[in-house]
Nanobody, 127 residues
Framework: QVQLVESGGGLVQAGDSLRLSCAAS????????MAWFRQAPGKEREFVAV????????YYGDPVKGRFTISRDSAKNTVDLQMNSLKPEDAAVYYC????????????????????WGQGTQVTVSS
């Protein structure tokens, strides 16, 4: 079973960029569809981005399309989220999640479809 640890959160100003990283241990990230979710106070956990186990497919939530990029480094066993043009509404705790990957396994977009989670990293965006 994989263990996930997020890092890279912090306080930035609107328009700035930030790069989050999710370090995996125990198993390789190439075994999983790896996703990022976020949760703001009082709101449900929201899908941000996912990269397939093969690395060949990526999907994004509508609020972040064109601004965020998910990527994977198989050598480092990490999954990163590059966030550009940050907005105050991007402020949240960002979580890394791992879901089963495989040719016959569909990529998932809902938080309740992921069983493996990191502890989260806080992103704060000032206006």
């Amino acid at each position: 079973q994989v263990q996930l640890v997020e890092s890279g959160g912090g306080l930035v100003q609107a328009g700035d960029s930030l790069r989050l990283s999710c370090a995996a241990s125990g198993r390789t990230v190439t075994s999983y569809n790896m996703a990022w979710f976020r949760q703001a106070p009082g709101k449900e956990r929201e899908f941000v981005a996912v990269i397939s186990f093969s690395g060949g497919r990526t999907y994004y939530g509508d609020p972040v399309k064109g601004r965020f990029t998910i990527s994977r480094d198989s050598a480092k066993n990490t999954v990163d989220l590059q966030m550009n043009s940050l907005k105050p509404e991007d402020a949240a705790v960002y979580y890394c999640a791992a879901g089963p990957g495989g040719l016959r396994i569909a990529v998932k977009f809902r938080a309740n479809e992921y069983a493996l989670w990191g502890q989260g990293t806080q992103v704060t965006v000032s206006s």
